[in-house]
T-cell receptor, first 111, second 107 residues
């Protein structure tokens, strides 16, 4: 099992550009979570899906953020337009029942 | 919104010491509580999960307890080792995370 796979590992982009982060969950897991981690705010839940359906997106900070899960093996988190304050590490995690597995994260820097 | 607090924010101990990390939460109506470990530049690794009906879980030198009535959980690490150095986070249902305790175990 390759675990939860996130891409890219690092992303540097200019303010105003569109950024797309990708996540491949573990096969058979029916929950998928997106988080953002910063020194100031710690780890924050942005959105989570169950069986590809968004359940709670109350953590999505603004309309600039959107997430999709078109099938059980793929999810994207998109930021358009990006801003310097979006700089953070973004984690994806998947779960079946109670076992949560995190990806290695995408470090996003917006300059 | 459920608030999760971890104290202390940082801790340094000599190798071999037993130590306790604390986690408190504001709403006792929880489903489960997990302890995670995060190494620098890495994702989170699940250590222990306690269901709401349980009071503790053990794995090797780690023991986690849960007291819903007081809104507290503790992670006990026995005979600490330098390899235990990491940040430890507690989370409710993987939805609400504390900011973590950064642990340094010195040889």
């Amino acid at each position: 099992d390759a675990g939860v796979i996130q891409s890219p590992r690092h992303e540097v982009t200019e303010m105003g550009q569109e950024v797309t982060l990708r996540c491949k969950p573990i096969s058979g897991h029916d929950y998928l979570f997106w988080y953002r981690q910063t020194m100031m705010r710690g780890l924050e839940l942005l959105i989570y899906f169950n069986n590809n359906v968004p359940i709670d997106d109350s953590g999505m900070p603004e309309d600039r953020f959107s997430a999709k899960m078109p099938n059980a093996s793929f999810s994207t988190l998109k930021i358009q337009p990006s801003e310097p304050r979006d700089s953070a590490v973004y984690f994806c995690a998947s779960s079946r029942r109670y076992g949560y597995t995190f990806g290695s994260g995408t470090r996003l820097t917006v300059v | 919104k459920q608030e999760v607090t971890q104290i202390p924010a940082a801790l340094s101990v000599p190798e071999g010491e037993n130590l306790v990390l604390n986690c408190s939460f504001t709403d006792s109506a929880i489903y489960n509580l997990q302890w995670f470990r995060q190494d620098p530049g890495k994702g989170l690794t699940s250590l222990l999960l306690i269901q709401s009906s349980q009071r503790e879980q053990t794995s090797g030198r780690l023991n986690a307890s849960l007291d819903k009535s007081s809104g507290r959980s503790t992670l006990y690490i026995a005979a600490s080792q330098p390899g235990d150095s990491a940040t430890y986070l507690c989370a409710l249902h993987a939805l609400n995370f504390g900011k973590g305790t950064s642990l340094l175990v010195t040889p």
